[in-house]
């Protein structure tokens, strides 16, 4: 049971604009930045937001954050069958230390 | 370019001790936090420790707490993680993230497998 809140899973057809959302409380998104991370398969995670909404040079703007009270959201426009991979949120919780999303594995239909 | 590479990981029996090692190159490693984060086969991300530039602040994640200590070694460019009375719930990929306290990880290693195994 992780302590932010993602879907298990997403889907999209190329092209289309699909969100993940990420699911928290004012011990952590709420008082804290959120962060995502992109984990292709068979690959280290990869820096894709921080800061609720900034991006790291060479990170297409397809890929956009946002955060509102306990909750945030990633979108991704302009889908690629190279999207298809694994997607968590993460944040400092003012108790617990660094905490992760469960995961979300997006599909490109 | 920032370079992590982990090595240590290996098979070790319930209530036995390992010790993981970072090699970081590329970048002033006395500038940055570092963390250790983990993940079980199969399964999401869990941070495990974070450790400041000096070595004057450690943060761990409860189920390791008495049993992990995260170190560093400036001199060598190395960050450390001494695992104690590991359980198979401590098998996993352990990944080497330089970042902030905060739960930014810019650069990852590729990982070390630990797997805890009678």
């Known amino acids: 049971q992780s302590v932010l809140t993602q879907p298990p899973s997403a889907s999209g057809t190329p092209g289309q604009r699909v969100t993940i959302s990420c699911s928290g409380s004012s011990s952590n998104i709420g008082s804290n930045y959120v962060y995502w991370y992109q984990q292709l398969p068979g690959t280290a995670p990869k820096l894709l937001i921080y800061r609720n909404n900034q991006r790291p040079s060479g990170v297409p703007d397809r890929f956009s954050g946002s955060k509102s009270g306990t909750s945030a959201s990633l979108a991704i426009s302009g889908l690629r069958s190279e999207d298809e991979a694994d997607y968590y949120c993460a944040a400092w919780d003012d108790s617990l230390g660094v905490v992760f999303g469960g995961g979300t594995k997006l599909t490109v239909l | 370019e920032v370079q992590l590479v982990e090595s240590g990981g290996g098979l070790v029996q319930p209530g036995g001790s390992l010790r993981l090692s970072c090699a970081a190159s590329g970048f002033t490693f006395s500038s940055y936090w570092m963390s250790w984060v983990r993940q079980a086969p199969g399964k999401g991300l869990e941070w495990v420790a974070n450790?400041?530039?000096?070595?004057?602040?450690?943060y761990y994640v409860d189920s390791v707490k008495g049993r992990f200590t995260i170190s560093r070694d400036n001199a060598k460019n190395s960050l450390y993680l001494q695992m104690n009375s590991l359980r198979a719930e401590d098998t996993a990929v352990y990944y080497c993230?330089?970042?902030?306290?905060?739960?930014?990880?810019?650069?990852w290693g590729q990982g070390t497998l630990v797997t805890v195994s009678s």
């Open positions: 450790i400041k530039q000096d070595g004057s602040e450690k």
């Open positions: 993230a330089r970042g902030t306290r905060w739960g930014l990880f810019d650069y």
